[in-house]
């Protein structure tokens, strides 16, 4: 076997990988975390949110990046199939600039509110935010999600 073979497998395989446990990662925070904190006062909420959205951050980040890198990789050593990899690439990396265009300011509210040990006085402004962390954090995963089965399609043919 080649080596360019292997070095393709090895990064089909780690885009594929990375990718689908980051949607993973994501959704199990949008459909098993969030909903978890709903009955809990703002102070109890974002004293949870605030070290899992840095425990997240350590993890997603990495994921995304090395998604994106095995698929952009698979894309420039399949000519034949480089537009479905690099669409791969494309949405894996997606989730970053979704992050900080449209979940930015959400985070740096909860981890102000956070900051100020969730006083009572923020708790509705809490709540409301996590549900919009929910949803966009729910959409973010599914950004993973077609990236991942993009490049399983790809690399199973079926594309």
Known sequence: MSSSSDLFRASTFLGITATLVHSGVSLAASQLVIPSMKHLSAAEATSIFVPFYHRGAQVVVPLALASAAGSATSAYLDPVKRYQYA??????????????????????RLLEIGAERGEEKFAG???????????????????????????????????
């Open 125 to 159: 402004e809490a709540m409301n935010l996590l549900l919009k962390w929910q949803t966009l954090n729910a959409f973010r995963s599914l950004f993973a999600f077609a990236g991942g089965a993009l490049a399983l399609a790809t690399y199973s043919g079926l594309l």
């Open 87 to 108: 669409a791969a690439a494309f949405l894996a990396v997606l989730s970053q600039p979704w992050t900080i265009i449209m979940m930015a300011p959400i985070n740096s």
